[in-house]
């Protein structure tokens, strides 16, 4: 089969689609054809060897598809079952092996690209707003990259739940991508010499009660400054980079602040857990309290620019790798998502894959 193969980490070129051996299940594993392989920051960190996996590796950890063989023991999925799943290594590929016991079943009505572009960055907002912070009705809250996938979802929620989201982007396009989730002001964070002044400037000169931020080294200064006396600062990536080292004092003196650096993996550690949270945000897509958008759709060997594309900052939205469809989805080729839900990257020169219920 296909996929795209890391054996030295460094940037996007070292993503290289290669012939690979067809995966096999072991004890309590499933083989699932991917229809669809979301593309996160943690993709680029595992190629950069940020977070290290042993070499060679197939990077992506978020996907959904057909279970097409199970292994002994295997009792959560049984073959031809529509499913997803999150913080698995290997979905840039045809094929992966998943554990049997982190498969999200799907249901009728969520399709398969609607599920790799939302299971990981919607149960992460998820645990954001409800465990780490929660989030109550008249909250003023921040939200660093408002316009990307996981700052779209984040100010849909927080919305939703009776926020008031001031959002930061870097250009005017992106804000008003984010106002239309929901936010209530947008920071042009190019546009300000300081940041945490203007934001308080908009919430009537306070502090916030909490920032939530995935960009990390360039925004956390500003993250801090833009507290109230015992808030809270979410940090919950590093896509500008990892923070520096810092004296925890500093939290003292900027009014006894708090600080957390959650992961997804501990707040769907057991499998009850992870079920509840995925039904979650499938009823807040059922709902359209999240709306989930697909911007760039791209082929395995175009794996490279899609992580050029995410880190340049070139886009907003969701990004999907799609692999070539298979035997399964050739014989069930029709789509279970709304044209609405889902987009097309303008100038994409990728065909469109249709995909498979």
Same mark, same amino acid.
């Given at each position: 089969?296909?996929?795209?193969?890391?054996?030295?980490?460094?940037?996007?070129?070292?993503?290289?689609?290669?012939?690979?051996?067809?995966?096999?299940?072991?004890?309590?594993?499933?083989?699932?054809?991917?229809?669809?392989?979301?593309?996160?920051?943690?993709?680029?960190?595992?190629?950069?060897?940020?977070?290290?996996?042993?070499?060679?590796?197939?990077?992506?950890?978020?996907?959904?598809?057909?279970?097409?063989?199970?292994?002994?023991?295997?009792?959560?999925?049984?073959?031809?079952?529509?499913?997803?799943?999150?913080?698995?290594?290997?979905?840039?590929?045809?094929?992966?092996?998943?554990?049997?016991?982190?498969?999200?079943?799907?249901? %009728?009505?969520? !399709?398969?690209? #609607?599920?790799? *572009?939302? &299971?990981?960055?919607?149960? $992460?907002?998820?645990? @954001? =707003?409800?465990?780490?912070?929660?989030?109550?009705?008249?909250?003023?809250?921040?939200?660093?990259?408002?316009?990307?996938?996981?700052?779209?979802?984040?100010?849909?929620?927080?919305?939703?739940?009776?926020?008031?989201?001031?959002?930061?982007?870097?250009?005017?396009?992106?804000?008003?991508?984010?106002?239309?989730?929901?936010?209530?002001?947008?920071?042009?964070?190019?546009?300000?010499?300081?940041?945490?002044?203007?934001?308080?400037?908009?919430?009537?000169?306070?502090?916030?009660?909490?920032?939530? %931020?995935?960009? !990390?080294?360039? #925004?956390?200064? *500003?993250? &801090?400054?833009?507290?109230? $006396?015992?808030?809270? @600062? =979410?940090?919950?990536?590093?896509?500008?980079?990892?923070?520096?080292?810092?004296?925890?004092?500093?939290?003292?003196?900027?009014?006894?602040?708090?600080?957390?650096?959650?992961?997804?993996?501990?707040?769907?550690?057991?499998?009850?857990?992870?079920?509840?949270?995925?039904?979650?945000?499938?009823?807040?897509?059922?709902?359209?309290?999240?709306?989930?958008?697909?911007?760039?759709?791209?082929?395995?060997?175009?794996?490279?620019?899609?992580?050029?594309?995410?880190?340049?900052?070139?886009?907003?939205?969701?990004?999907?790798?799609?692999?070539?469809?298979?035997?399964?989805?050739?014989?069930?080729?029709?789509?279970?998502?709304?044209?609405?839900?889902?987009?097309?990257?303008?100038?994409?020169?990728?065909?469109?894959?249709?995909?498979?219920?």
């Amino acid at each position: 089969m296909r996929a795209i193969q890391v054996y030295e980490v460094g940037g996007p070129e070292v993503l290289q689609e290669a012939e690979v051996d067809q995966p096999r299940p072991g004890p309590g594993e499933a083989v699932v054809e991917v229809a669809a392989s979301g593309v996160n920051f943690l993709d680029v960190y595992h190629r950069e060897g940020r977070y290290s996996l042993p070499l060679p590796f197939t990077p992506g950890t978020e996907g959904a598809g057909t279970v097409v063989e199970v292994g002994p023991g295997v009792a959560d999925v049984a073959v031809g079952d529509r499913v997803g799943w999150v913080e698995i290594p290997g979905t840039y590929a045809e094929r992966a092996v998943v554990d049997s016991s982190r498969l999200v079943p799907l249901p %009728d009505d969520i !399709g398969f690209e #609607t599920a790799a *572009a939302v &299971l990981l960055q919607g149960m $992460t907002a998820h645990y @954001l =707003v409800k465990d780490a912070y929660p989030v109550q009705g008249g909250d003023t809250v921040l939200v660093h990259a408002a316009a990307g996938g996981m700052g779209l979802l984040l100010t849909q929620l927080i919305t939703h739940l009776g926020g008031r989201v001031i959002g930061t982007t870097s250009t005017t396009a992106k804000a008003e991508l984010a106002k239309r989730a929901g936010a209530a002001e947008v920071v042009l964070s190019s546009a300000v010499d300081d940041l945490a002044a203007e934001v308080r400037r908009l919430n009537g000169g306070q502090g916030l009660p909490v920032v939530f %931020d995935g960009v !990390g080294a360039h #925004t956390f200064d *500003a993250s &801090l400054a833009s507290l109230r $006396t015992r808030g809270h @600062l =979410v940090l919950f990536g590093a896509a500008s980079g990892a923070v520096p080292p810092f004296d925890p004092i500093r939290l003292a003196h900027g009014g006894s602040l708090t600080l957390i650096r959650p992961s997804l993996g501990h707040f769907i550690a057991d499998r009850s857990e992870l079920l509840r949270r995925a039904a979650d945000v499938f009823e807040w897509v059922r709902s359209k309290a999240l709306e989930v958008t697909v911007t760039g759709r791209y082929a395995l060997s175009e794996a490279a620019r899609a992580h050029s594309d995410l880190e340049a900052r070139r886009t907003t939205g969701k990004l999907l790798v799609v692999p070539p469809p298979g035997r399964i989805a050739r014989r069930r080729p029709h789509s279970t998502v709304s044209p609405d839900v889902v987009g097309r990257r303008p100038g994409q020169p990728v065909s469109r894959v249709e995909e498979r219920p």
